[in-house]
């Protein structure tokens, strides 16, 4: 999974592979790559501070997507869809992860009115269409995540969640064999 002061790569293509065949999700990590790259530095924002602006509208009214320029996301990300995604700030999503439309994964607001940190999503997840991830929640490599779930709560490695709340469908093993 990538931590959140790992730096990002500056190549701005890196999904441009895993997204072949949907030119809608091409355009998104594109303007996502540049905004997050522009986002990093104080200096990049104070120039192109009118991306920014431009990104929010393509992005946002254009394409009905969310995804905040803070945000940290692995390379490999595939949006199917996308229509009504959200990816909140300070989320961490890690490498070749995919995400289906209606998705939303942002931090949850305390009681006192103060925000939890943002989940962190580890490699190779798959999340289905409408699922909710919410709070300070950490979620393991090679994780499926069943249409319509809620997450709430730390999700292991080599799960498969469904339902509202979520609940482990099942555990996948993983047995490596070594031959001597």
């Known amino acids: 999974m990538i931590s959140e002061g790992q730096k990002q790569s500056l190549y701005i293509f890196q999904d441009w592979k895993d997204n072949k065949g949907n030119f809608k999700s091409r355009m ?32 946002g009214w254009m394409m009905n997507i969310g995804i ?60 289905g269409i409408n699922v909710v991830i919410l709070g300070d929640v950490n979620i393991g490599n090679n994780v499926i995540i069943g249409a319509g779930s809620v997450i709430t709560k730390d999700v292991e490695d080599n799960c498969v969640m469904v339902g509202n709340t979520a609940t482990v469908l099942k ?6 064999v070594e031959k001597t």
């Open 68 to 127: 905040n320029s803070s945000a940290v996301i692995g390379r490999g990300l595939r949006i199917q869809y996308g229509f009504g995604t959200v990816i909140g700030s300070n989320t961490v999503i890690g490498e070749n992860c995919n995400i289906r439309q209606l998705t939303n994964i942002s931090s949850k607001m305390k009681e006192n009115g103060s925000y939890s940190r943002a989940p962190r999503i580890g490699n190779n997840v798959d999340i």
């Open 171 to 176: 555990k996948k093993y993983i047995i490596s």
């Open 28 to 59: 998104i990590m594109l303007f996502y790559r540049i905004s997050s790259l522009i986002y990093r530095y104080k200096f990049l924002r104070f120039i192109f501070f009118w991306y920014l602006l431009l990104y929010k509208f393509a992005i």
